[in-house]
């Protein structure tokens, strides 16, 4: 954590499990201290600290053969027949004031009649991580050229003080022009109006995404853990 930052921000340290324990509780499939997404909305899972002893409660939340993601925290001990793979740290970015929008084309509330559309592009470009329910954790907005979606952005990770703008992307044909400037900047004011933080992740290797988040006004709060558990069989 930078020495500037706001010691309230020290929830989006582990921000799977904040998100599951408060914001989106409703939906957590939750085994003591340890909770995760149904598979259909987000392959995360969370625990709210790294000691805990969470070999009943994966066994309980992970079936055979599946794999999750963890985000900040991850299991000091891993239980046998299961396998914890680091990734590269993730940039961890926030923004505590609003933004400058650019002008461009109209931006529409995405519905569930768009969800077919949104699961193409996310499959296109946002791999892994977009599920065919994950349109229900937040709102998602998007960007139309000719009535074919352009370009999106979104909410997904949520608690009452913070909001993850997530699944920012645009279509390979729709490059360069800068909807997903637009996008994330209209979302991120949105979000400071309704007096929480808007803040994202990132891979350091993306360095055309990292390069736009900084220009929008965003700074890396931290590089934080990422991790693939996986349940052998």
């Known amino acids: 954590m930078s020495a500037h930052d706001p010691a309230h921000t020290a929830a989006l340290d582990n921000p799977f499990w904040t998100a599951l324990a408060s914001r989106h509780a409703d939906r957590a499939l939750r085994h003591g201290e340890v909770a995760r997404y149904p598979a259909d909305i987000a392959p995360f899972l969370g625990l709210a600290h790294a000691e805990i002893d969470a070999t009943d409660a994966f066994e309980a939340l992970v079936p055979p053969g599946d794999s999750v993601y963890l985000l900040g925290v991850a299991p000091a001990r891993v239980p046998p027949g299961w396998r914890l793979d680091a990734f590269a740290p993730l940039a961890q970015m926030i923004r505590e004031t609003p933004v400058d929008v650019p002008d461009g084309a109209a931006v529409r509330l995405l519905d569930a009649d768009d969800r077919e559309d949104v699961l193409a592009l996310t499959a296109l470009v946002y791999p892994h991580y977009f599920r065919p329910r994950t349109m229900t954790l937040g709102r998602y907005f998007a960007i139309h050229t000719d009535g074919a979606l352009a370009a999106m952005a979104g909410e997904r990770l949520a608690t009452d003080d913070f909001q993850e703008v997530s699944a920012i992307c645009t279509h390979p044909d729709h490059l360069g022009r800068g909807h997903a400037h637009r996008l994330t900047a209209l979302l991120t004011n949105d979000i400071l109006a309704q007096g929480r933080i808007p803040y994202l992740h ?19 709060r931290r590089d934080i853990g990422f991790w693939a558990l996986r349940r052998d069989g």
Not at 205 to 217: C, D, F, H, Q, S
Request: glycine share 6%; no cysteine; proline share 0%.
């Open 202 to 220: 990132v891979s350091h290797a993306n360095a055309r995404a990292k390069a736009l988040y900084e220009r929008i006004g965003y700074r890396v």
